[in-house]
């Protein structure tokens, strides 16, 4: 099992990445993890420098929130981080980002349909969008919850976007891979109306790419 101090690490790791790779700016967005076996949750602190901080500058808190460790409060998203790991066990890791591409589509409330092999490999679908929510109490996680279906990302109209993993590093090749194909699909659709792919092709590639892509441990 690893310690607290390692998934701190991992959070940490996965907060640098979103800045790193250009999906946020200033303050905005950040990443968590879960340990399960303990009931903690580890996320950015709020409203501070990513490139500043630090594994030991994490926001430590249990499943209500309520903060165990770190000098620093914890980022105001952290509800909705809080409501999606108590209701889907299967995720480990959260990203949340305001990235440029994938947060034009949020802005028209539209999906990304599985226009790219690349979407049908890494989401199997169309990358989902749910209405514009509050953030009042736990509507923003209730509404993610009720339209993110199994794909590993969804946009928040007028918002953003969260994705998903089994780990912190899971979840930012998800939000990485989302704002990669989100600039596609935005440049391809300034230049014609692009074709989803069928639905047989969809499930061929993304089965494909989680049965035989990359390397075996």
């Not at 998934?7 to 999906?23: D, F, H, P, S, T």
């Not at 899971?170 to 699909?185: H, I, P, Q, W, Y």
């Not at 440049?187 to 494909?208: H, M, N, Q």
Request: proline fraction near 6%.
């Amino acid at each position: 099992m690893a310690t607290l101090e390692q998934l701190c690490k991992e959070v940490w790791e996965a907060n640098l990445g979103i800045y790193r790779g250009g999906l946020v700016t200033m303050h905005s967005g950040n990443a968590s993890g879960i340990d399960r076996q303990r009931g903690l949750v580890v996320i950015k602190p709020s409203g501070m420098d990513y490139e500043k901080l630090r594994p030991a500058d994490m926001a430590v808190t249990d499943l209500e929130g309520r903060k165990v460790k770190g000098r620093w409060k914890p980022s105001v998203d952290l509800p909705h981080h809080l409501y999606i790991y108590k209701h889907r066990a299967d995720i480990g890791g959260i990203v949340h980002t305001h990235s440029n591409y994938a947060t034009s589509f949020a802005l028209l409330g539209r999906p990304i349909p599985a226009y790219l092999t690349a979407i049908a490999d890494e989401f199997g679908n169309q990358i989902p969008c749910m209405p514009y929510t509050d953030n009042e109490g736990d509507h923003i996680g209730e509404t993610m919850l009720k339209y993110m279906g199994n794909a590993p990302a969804i946009l928040l109209a007028h918002h953003g976007a969260f994705a998903f993993g089994a780990t912190p590093k899971a979840a930012l090749k998800a939000a990485v891979m989302l704002e990669d194909v989100a600039k596609t699909c935005h440049l391809a659709l300034l230049l014609g109306k692009p074709r989803p792919l069928p639905a047989r092709e969809v499930r061929r590639w993304y089965d494909r790419y989680h049965t035989t892509y990359g390397q075996k441990q």
